[in-house]
């Protein structure tokens, strides 16, 4: 059981846009910023969004993120086939002094 | 470019010891943390622990999940600018990827960024 909350699995078609939620508490989220990993199939994690909306260079701004409270979102606009991935929400958490994930979502391109 | 390579893959027997280990380069390794990240097959992303290699003797350094306090070791050597995560008794549910991450804090946010290739290790009899 992850400490984040995210939904299993999300779809979409290309062009379209998506939103991934992620829900927490208020000693992670609702303290602290939030970061986005994007995981495509058999390859390690890619930061995606760091600083709840804030993308490391190279990431495409079609990719956002925001954060409200203690929950966060992943919003990817023109979706497109090489999206197809896991999408993982991170956050520090105050009362464990360490990192929580989400469960991760997957991405489906229809 | 910043960049963390990590040893190969490794299949252990129940009850063995192993040590992976993950190497920086690119920048002045001493002065970032680097993390721990176990991913089960099939599963999520789980946070194992923290070393600053800079003074990784430090009472507070490194820092343990509770999950994996006791379980596992981290360890780091300046000098070859690498980081260490060891076992001296694997389990079969130790059978999973393991991948480092350097950790960067400015400001009010923080970041694994960049994330190594990750290490598989098999635990089987």
């Known amino acids: 059981q992850s400490v984040l909350t995210q939904p299993p699995s999300a779809s979409g078609t290309p062009g379209q846009s998506v939103s991934i939620s992620c829900s927490g508490s208020?000693?992670?989220?609702?303290?602290?910023?939030v970061n986005w990993c994007q995981q495509l199939p058999g390859t390690a994690p890619k930061l995606l969004i760091y600083g709840n909306n804030q993308r490391p260079s190279g990431v495409p701004d079609r990719f956002s993120g925001s954060k409200s409270g203690t929950s966060a979102s992943l919003a990817i606009s023109g979706l497109q086939s090489e999206d197809e991935a896991d999408y993982y929400c991170a956050a520090w958490d105050d009362s464990l002094n360490g990192w929580v994930f989400g469960g991760g979502t997957k991405l489906t391109v229809l | 470019e910043v960049q963390l390579v990590q040893s190969g893959a490794e299949v252990k027997k129940p009850g063995e010891s192993l040590k992976i280990s993950c190497q920086g380069s690119g920048y002045s390794f001493s002065n970032y943390w680097i993390g721990w990240v176990r991913q089960l097959p099939g599963k999520g992303l789980e946070w194992m622990g923290l070393?600053?290699?800079?003074?990784?003797?430090?009472?507070?350094?490194?820092s343990y999940s509770p999950s994996f306090q006791g379980q596992v070791t981290i360890s780091a050597d300046k000098s070859i600018s690498t980081a260490y995560l060891q076992w001296s008794s694997l389990k079969a549910s130790d059978t999973a990827m393991y991948y480092c991450?350097?950790?960067?804090?400015?400001?009010?946010?923080?970041?694994?960024?960049?994330w190594g290739q990750g290490t598989l290790v098999t635990v089987s009899s």
């Open positions: 991450a350097r950790h960067e804090r400015e400001g009010d946010w923080r970041r694994f960024d960049p």
């Open positions: 070393i600053y290699p800079g003074d990784s003797d430090s009472r507070y350094n490194p």
């Open positions: 208020s000693s992670n989220i609702g303290s602290n910023t």
